[in-house]
Each structure stands twice: as C-alpha cells, then as structure tokens.
C-alpha cells in the first residue's frame, strides 16, 4: 500500500492574499490515501504500531453517524489487517447512508448504543460490557484523539521545508491542532478553526491531550471560534458560495464540513488586516 507522505505542499495563487501581502501555502494532506485521507492517517499512524505490538487483532471505536473517523478506522482496518468494530450514537437507520455504508463495505461490524450510554462511553462499566460481547480489542477514543495521534500530528510540520509562520488547521475534536502545535519551530504559531459552535471546550481538550502526551502544554496557538457557520456539519449560502468560488478559481473542491470552514476564516482574517504584511501561511487541507 502507497501512502504519499510527506504530503505536498502547493502554494496557492490568489488575488485575494496577494492584496493583502501574504504568501498562503496549501499542505495537501487530503492526498495522502483516498481512503484514509489527511489527519486521520496521521492520528491513526501510532495508534496502529501500538495496537499491533500489543498483540490485538481488533480495532474498537466510537462515531456518530456521518464521523470520518469511523470511516478512516474502517479503512485502516482493511488496510493494515484488523478487524473493526464502530460503535455508532443513537439508533441504526436503514439504509445506511454513505459514511456508514462505506465502513460497512470495508468490513467494519457497526454496533448502535442509545445516546445515554453513548455519552458515558468512556467509563469502566460501559467498557466492561463492550469486552464482554468483543471480546479483546484496542481502544480508539471518539474522534481518534489521544497521545498517539497527537504525536503522529506533530510530525506534520516538520515535514515542511518552506520557511513560514503560521500554520492553520480545523479543529473538531483538538487533536490535529495539539499534535501540529506541539511540532512547530520557534516563531511559528498555529491557528485551528472550531467546525462547531460553543467550540471554546477545545482550549481545553488542546491542553488536556498535549498534557497526556508530553507531560506539558506546548507550542504557541490559538482558536478561532467565529467560523462554523451555524455549527457542526451546517452550512450556509455564503459557504456554499465561497466553496464553488475556490473550485472555479482552484480546481480544489474543499471538504464542506472542516476545510472550507477553515479556509473561509483565513480568507477573513486576511482581508481584515489579522496577519502582517509579509505573512507566510500555511493551510492544511485535512481532508
Ligand atoms: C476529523 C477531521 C478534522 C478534525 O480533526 P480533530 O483532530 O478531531 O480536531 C479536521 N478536518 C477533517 C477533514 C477531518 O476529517
């Protein structure tokens, strides 16, 4: 299996940061597997080798029903030979739809837990039973964010050869932005765009896995928290505008429910005078 890591890095010519005088930079992680694109590769890396050293055949996971985490475990599980298991929140309605027909297709066994349970799915009693039924299995979070993903992020920018100073990234569940921040150089910060609304949970859950992992916050980042546009998975007239905007002028189709939120914000923030002159940015495409 190819997976094409480093990812590429493009620069992406436009009128709009170029009156601002600002140079943007487009860090391809979409193109890294069509099936396992972008940050879920790279959260998934670690937890792989873990999960295959400590001797387990089976992935265990948990999503709602339109998660790409879910989808990405499903891949990665036909790839790299194990089986997965997606515990999915809420009820199963037939048919599937595309996310979870696709993990299907991959051969992921999909269980549905009523939200209550969903909501404590962390806690000992409820994994207890989920070992009951599965049997062993490696535990995956929701979301795919713990201290292996976290570190599997934070090689992201060093893979970058071009001089820049930010780099930016969506944030849905924290852990691309924890794992990128912890890898930065000097100088550089990072800037993650919340897909949700009432994101401000995610300063936390930032500093919360970059303490799991390294023992200490690292990296100089921030959030943005004014870009989800009505919330998690929601768009609108504007977004779906400015998404086929950027396909004409790019011939990039940026993912509606992260990317194009993030690139959105970067566009505005630009045009409101945020970054100095002479700015360098980088945008990862996560998927
Ligand atoms: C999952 C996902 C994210 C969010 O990553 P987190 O580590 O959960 O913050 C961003 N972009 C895309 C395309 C994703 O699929």
């Known amino acids: 299996m190819r997976l094409n890591v480093p990812s590429p890095l493009v620069e992406l010519a436009s009128d709009r940061i170029a009156r601002q005088h600002l140079r943007l930079y ?6 890294i597997h069509p099936d396992l694109p972008g ?11 873990a999960a295959r050293e ?25 790839l790299f030979g194990f089986a997965t298991i997606g515990v999915i929140r809420g009820e199963r309605h037939l048919p599937l739809n595309d996310s ?20 404590r799915k962390s806690e000992p009693d409820v994994i207890i039973e989920l070992h009951r039924r599965f049997g062993d299995f490696y535990l995956l979070p929701e979301g795919g964010s713990n201290a292996a993903a976290v570190r599997g992020c934070a090689e992201l920018p060093t893979e970058i050869d071009q001089a820049f100073d930010v780099i930016c990234c969506a944030c849905g569940t924290g852990g691309t932005l924890a794992g990128i921040a912890a890898g ?8 993650g765009f919340s897909a949700l609304k009432g994101g401000q949970f995610l300063r936390h859950e930032v500093e919360r896995l970059q303490s799991e992992t390294y023992g200490t916050t690292k990296g100089d980042w921030a959030i943005a928290y004014d870009f989800h546009f009505g919330g998690f998975a929601r768009r609108t ?23 194009a939120k993030m690139m959105y914000g970067i566009f505005t923030l630009a045009e409101r005078g ?14």
């Open 237 to 259: 007239a504007v977004l779906d505008e400015f998404i086929s905007e950027f396909t004409d002028g790019h011939g990039i189709t940026l993912d509606r429910v992260y990317v």
């Open 39 to 49: 940050n879920k590769w790279r959260k998934l890396k670690y937890n792989l080798r």
């Open 184 to 191: 930065l150089r000097p100088r550089q910060r990072a800037l």
């Open 100 to 119: 979870l027909a696709f993990a299907a297709a991959q051969g992921m066994r999909l269980v549905y837990l009523d939200r209550s349970t969903y909501r």
């Open 274 to 287: 945020e970054f100095d002159k002479g700015t360098r940015i980088i945008a990862v495409i996560t998927g």
């Open 54 to 78: 400590e001797g387990h055949s089976t992935l265990l996971t948990f999503g709602g029903a339109y998660s790409n985490h879910i989808r990405a475990t499903a891949a990665a599980g036909r």
């Open 26 to 31: 487009l860090k391809r992680d979409d193109l």
